[in-house]
């Protein structure tokens, strides 16, 4: 599974777009890009997926450049409920009906007032 | 939106005692999965359950086990609790389909506590 970099932790205001880039150099050709939240002691919760250049849903977008070596999820005017982990996840299909999410070290990010 | 039942949602234990945990899946998803979470760490895979059948293996010590029923509900049993044991367990459940990776939606959790 192709390993992730991302931020530790992030901060941002109120009303601002944030943007959490996640770095992925050994991405494989059929690997997916997910990204989950997570608040403290909650499961996590999907919010993006994506292949190649731009998803967009209602939450947030997802940007991947054509080298696939790194994706941005993108936030956009955060609110105090937006404090949560986030995880990138690059992986594949690992076996009949089986996803395996393999989480890395996620973004702390804190929504300031 | 029916989503993931877990119980207990809470559960304490005494070293080398025994503890079941349930997870119940969305209706009509087939693919059962479970992950451990320690303190300040990351979600953790343990193993998953496609039709009843395991269908992968992460980290999960000899001492657990698990398996998923005909009405497609999983449990996992841990024998031999150890201190480290403590920690929040996610099940999640996802509808197995072709294409990109399914989404997989986490249950509250189970937070066990082994003294």
């Known amino acids: 599974l192709a390993k992730t970099t991302q931020p530790i932790s992030m901060d941002s205001y109120e009303g601002q777009e944030v943007n959490i880039t996640c770095s992925h150099n050994n991405i494989a050709t059929n690997d997916y890009i997910t990204w989950y939240q997570q608040f403290p002691s909650q499961g996590p919760r999907f919010i993006i997926q994506?292949?190649?250049t731009k998803v967009t849903n209602e939450v947030a977008s997802l940007f991947i450049p054509a080298d696939r070596k790194s994706s941005t999820l993108s936030l956009p005017r955060v609110s105090l409920s937006d404090t949560a982990v986030y995880y990138c996840l690059v992986g594949l299909y690992s076996g009949a009906g089986s996803y395996q999410l393999t989480f890395g070290k996620g973004t702390k990010l804190s929504v300031i007032p | 939106a029916a989503g993931v039942i877990q119980s207990p949602r809470h559960l304490i234990k005494e070293k080398r005692e025994t503890a079941t945990l349930k997870c119940y899946p969305i209706?009509?998803?087939?693919?059962v999965y479970w992950y451990q979470q320690g303190p300040g760490q990351d979600p953790q895979f343990l193993i998953s359950?496609?039709?009843?059948?395991?269908?992968d293996k992460g980290s999960i010590p000899d001492r657990f086990s698990a398996q998923q029923f005909s009405d497609y509900h999983s449990e996992l049993n841990m024998s031999s609790l150890e201190l480290g044991d403590s920690a929040l367990y996610f099940c999640?459940?996802?509808?197995?389909?072709?294409?990109?990776?399914?989404?997989?939606?986490f249950g509250p959790g189970t937070r066990l506590t082994v003294l």
């Open positions: 999640a459940s996802s509808k197995d389909s072709t294409g990109p990776p399914d989404t997989q939606y």
């Open positions: 359950f496609y039709e009843k059948m395991q269908s």
């Open positions: 209706p009509r998803h087939d693919t």
């Open positions: 994506g292949y190649k």
